[in-house]
């Protein structure tokens, strides 16, 4: 007997049954089986399944499921969980297309989000009200890189009978596994650190039947469903997940280290760095030493010095998104955050010569080196 090393492709939309008894069966959910992949397909199955063992090693208590991407998996879980009248409360910082869910499209649905700064808990606790349904973070804010408690947070969001839902893209479960620290679902963008290649769009919601059953429901219904193809890829991507993100975090440290005494950069924004304002935080809730590829530095300049420093750099990509195997640079000011003015950026802490680096898993020299020439090249 022999099986294949690699997970299977089911390219196939449609199901066939031996019996019309059976096909009933499992649409009513009396049998197992696969019927329609918007519903259940077995490669998107399976990659749910390889995330959610890794957020819960050991817990069979604990399922996930796929999606067609990491805005599908947030967009969906929040309207799983949400009705019209409650009231939701969500960091400031988050991802731009979460943003716009709370601001643009929950309130059409009589949805109110408070946006605050959730790494004030006292702040998320003054916010709390008998209409509050979900506390929503993330493990490691973008471009901040800030990291709140999510005990404290799941404490006062189960004090209230919320759910507490963590964004946990920018960690993986390599370095945070948030559901260990009070979190009732966990979603990722897979598109980043998961599938690790930049080669395909998938996002995943994991977390105990009683929170993941209304997200599975509103999955099919909704649709967001993720392609066998694109499943190969992310699934795929899982093997060497555990590899690329230890070489990548060490790297970023090693960078982040170096960086910080450079004569070209105003500030070194990591969580590995003992100056980083919730450096005792993510000590506590990440995996020992691991503290995320992800490195924000302040180019000495303002935004013009930003931009050139970016357009300088030769082994590192200027390019949108993070986590893959790639390093990767945006200026923040003309990108990511490109919506905010000089004041509303000032707010948001955020400097006009600000560069996100999302470290890959090329030769730490190499990329010391190209930093350093760009800085030079621009006078830094
Ligand atoms: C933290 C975070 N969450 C969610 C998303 C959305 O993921 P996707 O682009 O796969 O829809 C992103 C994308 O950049 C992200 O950075």
């Known amino acids: 007997m022999s099986?294949?090393?690699?997970?299977?492709?089911?390219?196939?939309?449609?199901?066939?049954?031996?019996?019309?008894?059976?096909?009933?069966?499992?649409?009513?959910?009396?049998?197992?089986?696969?019927?329609?992949?918007?519903?259940?397909?077995?490669?998107?199955?399976?990659?749910?399944?390889?995330?959610?063992?890794?957020?819960?090693?050991?817990?069979?208590?604990?399922?996930?499921?796929?999606?067609?991407?990491?805005?599908?998996?947030?967009?969906?879980?929040?309207?799983?969980?949400?009705?019209?009248?409650?009231h939701v409360i969500a960091p400031a910082d988050c991802y731009g297309g979460s943003y716009s869910l709370f601001r643009r499209w929950l309130p059409r649905l009589g949805i109110e989000t408070t946006l605050l700064d959730v790494t004030d808990t006292s702040a998320v606790r003054a916010a709390v009200t008998d209409r509050t349904a979900m506390v929503y973070a993330e493990t490691i804010a973008n471009p901040t890189l800030t990291v709140p408690d999510l005990t404290a947070l799941a404490g006062i969001a189960h004090q209230s009978g919320a759910c507490f839902v963590v964004d946990s893209t920018f960690a993986s479960p390599v370095v945070c596994r948030p559901l260990e620290h009070g979190a009732d679902l966990v979603v990722h963008s897979a598109t980043k650190y998961l599938g690790g290649h930049a080669d395909a769009t998938g996002g995943v919601a994991v977390g105990a039947p009683g929170h993941l059953d209304p997200v599975r429901e509103a999955r099919i219904d909704l649709?967001?469903?993720?392609?066998?193809?694109?499943?190969?890829?992310?699934?795929?991507?899982?093997?060497?997940?555990?590899?690329?993100?230890?070489?990548?975090?060490?790297?970023?440290?090693?960078?982040?280290?170096?960086?910080?005494?450079?004569?070209?950069?105003?500030?070194?924004?990591?969580?590995?760095?003992?100056?980083h304002p919730q450096h005792h935080h993510a000590v506590r809730l990440f995996a020992p030493g691991l503290f995320g590829s992800l490195v924000t530095i302040d180019v000495a300049g303002g935004r013009q010095a930003g931009m050139a420093f970016c357009d300088a750099l030769r082994t590192v990509a200027v390019a949108t998104s993070l986590g893959s195997v790639h390093s990767k640079v945006s200026h923040v000011a003309s990108t990511t955050h490109r919506q905010l003015d000089d004041a509303a950026l000032a707010a948001a802490d955020i400097a006009a010569g600000q560069v996100r680096i999302s470290v890959g898993v090329e030769d730490p020299g190499e990329l010391l080196a190209d930093i350093r020439q760009a800085l030079g090249t621009i006078g830094g």
Do not use: W
């Open 3 to 86: 099986r294949p090393l690699g997970l299977a492709v089911v390219r196939s939309a449609a199901f066939a049954f031996d019996t019309a008894q059976d096909y009933s069966d499992v649409l009513g959910g009396r049998a197992s089986g696969y019927s329609y992949s918007r519903i259940d397909n077995p490669t998107a199955s399976a990659f749910a399944a390889a995330v959610g063992a890794l957020e819960a090693p050991g817990r069979d208590d604990v399922a996930a499921e796929p999606f067609a991407s990491g805005m599908a998996a947030i967009s969906t879980t929040l309207i799983g969980h949400l009705r019209a009248g409650d």
């Open 223 to 275: 649709g967001g469903c993720l392609a066998p193809d694109e499943a190969f890829l992310l699934h795929r991507g899982l093997a060497t997940l555990d590899l690329r993100l230890r070489r990548q975090c060490a790297t970023a440290m090693a960078l982040a280290g170096k960086l910080s005494g450079h004569t070209g950069v105003t500030r070194v924004r990591y969580p590995g760095l003992a100056s």
